[in-house]
């Protein structure tokens, strides 16, 4: 699985910005997509993800209520929409895939990751 991220940059806060990444290769056995981010000096957290099943998202109680994330499975193409960032959002996001390999268990593809620079 290879992962294509695009979007990111700077904004003041209160802006918006819009992150897509999309999945190639063997991308039949994606169970979730999601995005990670990780600012400096801190670990990488979980932002948001989407099951390839139903669509079910999850999002970090950080960013509820302001980012959303979606899919569009024809395209293996996931599009994260970040309303009212805040400085602290600020980090390098990166695009993940989650597949089941058998006997393995999970197994997880990053993107390159992208930056986000969000202003005061």
């Known amino acids: 699985v290879q992962l294509e991220e695009s979007g990111g940059g700077f904004v003041q806060a209160g802006g918006s910005l819009r992150l897509s990444c999309a999945a190639s290769g063997t991308t039949r056995h994606i169970n979730s997509m999601g995005w990670y981010r990780q600012a400096p000096g801190n670990q990488r957290e979980l932002v948001a993800s989407i099951r390839s099943a139903d669509g079910s998202p999850t999002l970090a109680d950080s960013v509820r209520g302001r980012f959303t994330i979606s899919r569009d499975n024809a395209k293996n193409t996931i599009v994260l929409q970040m309303n009212s960032l805040k400085p602290e959002d600020t980090a390098v996001y990166y695009c993940?895939?989650?597949?089941?390999?058998?006997?393995?268990?999970?197994?997880?593809?990053w993107g390159q990751g992208t930056q986000v620079t969000v202003a005061s």
């Open positions: 993940n895939a989650r597949v089941n390999v058998y006997i393995i268990g999970d197994y997880d593809y």
